[in-house]
């Protein structure tokens, strides 16, 4: 049975080849308009991004040439080269944590308050590259197969261990005031093992952001840090800490403002808090 179309194409063959063109035509300026407004978005959102945005969601996962990469051995210095720059952003967050372990265990030797206060400074310019690494990411559009692993170690190191070790030199110096220290650390540890593992599982909005924090965020710790650094500009440290020592030269001897490194830490690891993220 013939068609309405194909007797149309019988009875005027130039007619239907005008009609057929101009709707392929049709057609391919529809995809050139899509494939326009596709180029449109993606330098509007390009442009967008930048170091100060506040749009955190996800990054797309690192693909495949990305992890081959990583595992291959082809080339010198191979996991080295495959660092993005977010990476060593991070890295420098860490470092700035380890400088000020350092200038702490300056401070115990000579006793000379500018290194304690410069341990202050480096935790917060940790916190800076803290939020430098992920817009840097975003700004370049690339997650690094590393990237949450090594910004878990480098908070550790400047928001955990770091602000202990400025505790601990300012003279909560106690077995107990130790034993507190250690368990801030720990439950800042804990918190960030958590996190690797449960990220994917809190609940997401619509951009695949999570919507809260579980528990509080590690860099909370500058609220401590801010803290020290008043008690060491009005020289309320070793002898002159606030709240005195309980049992002093006893078993059991301890500072009481101490507790204010266990509430935070139980802070840190509790599953009920939860920390609506901005």
Known sequence: MVTADEREALLNPLEHERKHRFSISNESDSDTEQEQDDDVERVLSRKASSIFSIDTKPLAPPNRNDIEAFTSDKYHFSMIRN?????????????????SIVSCLRFTLTGKPHYVQRAHFFIILGMCFDFLDGRVARLRNRSSLMGQELDSLADLVSFGVAPASIAFAIGFQTTLDVVVLSFFVLCGLTRLARFNVTVGQLPKDVKGKSKYFEGLPMPTTLFLVFIMAYL????????????GIIRDGLIGEFHPFILIFFIHGCGMISKSLKIPKP
């Open 83 to 99: 660092l993005h720059m977010a990476d060593y952003i991070t890295m420098l967050n860490g470092f700035s944590g380890f400088y």
């Open 232 to 243: 060491v500009r009005e020289n309320l440290i070793m002898t002159n800490l606030p709240l």
